[in-house]
T-cell receptor, first 114, second 114 residues
Framework: LAKTTQPISMDSYEGQEVNITCSHNNIATNDYITWYQQFPSQGPRFIIQGYKTKVTNEVASLFIPADRKSSTLSLPRVSLSDTAVYYCLVGEGNYGGATNKLIFGTGTLLAVQP | GAVVSQHPSRVICKSGTSVKIECRSLDFQATTMFWYRQFPKKSLMLMATSNEGSKATYEQGVEKDKFLINHASLTLSTLTVTSAHPEDSSFYIC??????????FGPGTRLTVT
């Protein structure tokens, strides 16, 4: 499984856009890129998943360059409640029922200040 | 999104006893369930993968005789920590995957072994 590298921590202020970049140089052809958010003493929450180019949902955007060796999670106008650990994961996301093992890296602790 | 529950949310047990943790997918059928362990300020560590009706696949270094996993139905998986010791105290999180690629996580179970 491809290893991911993210910044250990990031600081931001309320209302700002936050971009968290993740590198995954050994990503395989079948791998999808998935981002999760985790608050203390809670299970991770799915944010967004993509394979290439750009994906957007009501929470975030995910930018993936053509070589897919990195990805950027973009959180628009963060608030204090966005303070959490954000994990970038790479694994098989193909539909079809195959096991989809995810290996968590260290994650990025985003601290949003007022 | 899909909902995964865990029971209990917290449990305290004495050293040498066994503890069972349940993981349920509430509104979808989970073909695969995963069990993770997380120590304070650390990332999630995958323990095992279980498919309904078959034996679990354990990650390297995880004792299968100590952490018994049963996935008896498409909505329920259980993790039993046998002969628990203080070093087994941790946050245990399950996740479930149906016919969609992303995993949905339970809220976690805090186990304290005294």
């Amino acid at each position: 499984l491809a290893k991911t590298t993210q910044p250990i921590s990031m600081d931001s202020y309320e209302g700002q856009e936050v971009n968290i970049t993740c590198s995954h140089n050994n990503i395989a052809t079948n791998d999808y890129i998935t981002w999760y958010q985790q608050f203390p003493s809670q299970g991770p929450r799915f944010i967004i998943q993509g394979y290439k180019t750009k994906v957007t949902n009501e929470v975030a955007s995910l930018f993936i360059p053509a070589d897919r060796k990195s990805s950027t999670l973009s959180l628009p106008r963060v608030s204090l409640s966005d303070t959490a650990v954000y994990y970038c994961l790479v694994g098989e996301g193909n539909y079809g029922g195959a096991t989809n093992k995810l290996i968590f890296g260290t994650g990025t602790l985003l601290a949003v200040q007022p | 999104g899909a909902v995964v529950s865990q029971h209990p949310s917290r449990v305290i047990c004495k050293s040498g006893t066994s503890v069972k943790i349940e993981c349920r997918s509430l509104d979808f059928q989970a073909t695969t369930m995963f069990w993770y362990r997380q120590f304070p300020k650390k990332s999630l560590m995958l323990m095992a993968t279980s498919n309904e009706g078959s034996k679990a696949t354990y990650e390297q270094g995880v004792e299968k005789d100590k952490f018994l996993i049963n996935h008896a139905s498409l909505t329920l998986s259980t993790l039993t920590v046998t002969s628990a010791h203080p070093e087994d105290s941790s946050f245990y999180i399950c996740s479930a995957r149906g016919t969609f690629p992303e995993q949905y996580f339970g809220p976690g179970t805090r186990l304290t072994v005294t």
